[in-house]
């Protein structure tokens, strides 16, 4: 067992991935719709994830890392990979055919909800009154965030409201099965699960979505850069390392900062206004944080 200062390292790592991966996530927001002006959906998330695990897997090439993945755990590899990033990243962006921004992403962020039901019976992690009052908070800060753009779910989007809570239900339960060991480096080990998350995107892209490489301009081009090397490839790290060293509730309460970041950051990026209603989404939603991310009493 690690020494209990081992173990407040360990925590406040994860906390510093959280963050981090909270802000690139959250700033993909608006660079993806920059993106998506010029590319279709799932051929942009695919190639950026592509290049994002190719770069990850050079690096840890150079570093001499074990790239290689034993036969034995690569069952598990391809499940993680399956649900933390192509039921994440393709379903979410899928559904957005029949949904609004507003209306998936308040569905996607109902992922910590799920995250803190599915880790009572996988892992016997009993939600505390603490982490609900937290959920409670997050969740009431993304519901007002979101409440401007009235919300009318009809029978018309069920298939884009069955992908992104699709995609919430299974991100929840990558996350909290992600204590799987796979005897890889973490750049070695997000290398592969961004790859073979994002090869079926890039599969489906050129199937149905053909896309034009001459469509993009230079901030097409630098929209996919960011998206590669920030949010598939960064975020990624950030995030296997925060599940590691933190409870999946924690963890999945700390990523409700995104859509906020993402709202804040539409503001200087794409002129979208910012008033009373995101200003308290951004206090209810930051309380909640903090409560979930507060030292608990023993251990996680």
Same mark, same amino acid.
């Given at each position: ?22 802000i690139?996530w959250?700033? #993909? ?6 993106l998506?002006?010029?590319?279709p959906?799932?051929?942009?998330r ?7 695990a190719?770069?990850?897997?050079a690096f840890?090439?150079l ?13 598990p590899l ?5 649900? #933390?990033?192509?039921?994440?990243m ?18 996607? +962020?109902?992922m910590?909800?799920?995250a803190?039901l ?17 959920l ?24 884009g409201?069955l992908?992104?809570?699709?995609a ?24 592969w699960l961004?790859?073979?998350? !994002?090869?079926?995107m ?23 850069? +960011? ?7 960064a !975020? +990624? ?11 999946p ?8 900062l995104?859509?906020?970041v ?6 200087p ?9 995101e200003?308290?989404?951004l ?18």
């Amino acid at each position: 067992m690690a020494s209990p200062d081992a173990q407040l390292r360990s925590r406040r790592i994860g906390l510093l991935a959280i963050g981090v991966t909270a802000i690139g996530w959250g700033l #993909n927001w608006p660079i993806i719709k920059l993106l998506l002006r010029e590319w279709p959906p799932l051929f942009s998330r695919g190639t950026a994830g592509i290049a994002a695990a190719l770069g990850l897997a050079a690096f840890a090439a150079l570093r001499g890392e074990r790239l290689l993945v034993p036969l034995g755990t690569f069952r598990p590899l391809a499940l993680a990979a399956a649900t #933390n990033v192509f039921a994440w990243m393709g379903l979410s962006t899928l559904a957005m055919v029949w949904l609004t921004v507003a209306e998936g992403a308040l569905l996607v +962020y109902t992922m910590p909800i799920w995250a803190t039901l599915l880790a009572w019976p996988i892992r016997g992690d009993r939600p505390t009154a603490r982490a609900l009052a937290a959920l409670a908070l997050g969740m009431a800060g993304i519901a007002v965030l979101l409440s401007g753009a009235g919300l009318a779910l009809g029978s018309g989007k069920l298939p884009g409201i069955l992908l992104a809570l699709g995609a919430a239900i299974l991100f929840a339960f990558g996350t909290v099965t992600a204590q799987v060991a796979v005897p890889l480096s973490p750049l070695a080990h997000t290398a592969w699960l961004v790859g073979l998350g !994002c090869l079926p995107m890039i599969i489906a892209g050129l199937t149905f979505e053909q896309p034009d490489p001459s469509a993009l301009t230079p901030v097409g081009w630098a929209s996919l850069i +960011y998206m590669a090397v920030v949010p598939m490839g960064a !975020c +990624y790290l950030g995030w296997f390392a925060a599940v590691k060293r933190l409870l999946p509730t924690t963890a999945s309460t700390g990523i409700l900062l995104v859509p906020l970041v993402g709202v804040l950051s539409a503001v200087p990026i794409l002129g979208e206004p910012l008033g009373v209603r995101e200003a308290l989404a951004l206090t209810l939603t930051l309380s909640g944080v903090a409560l979930a991310l507060q030292k608990p009493a023993a251990g996680g």
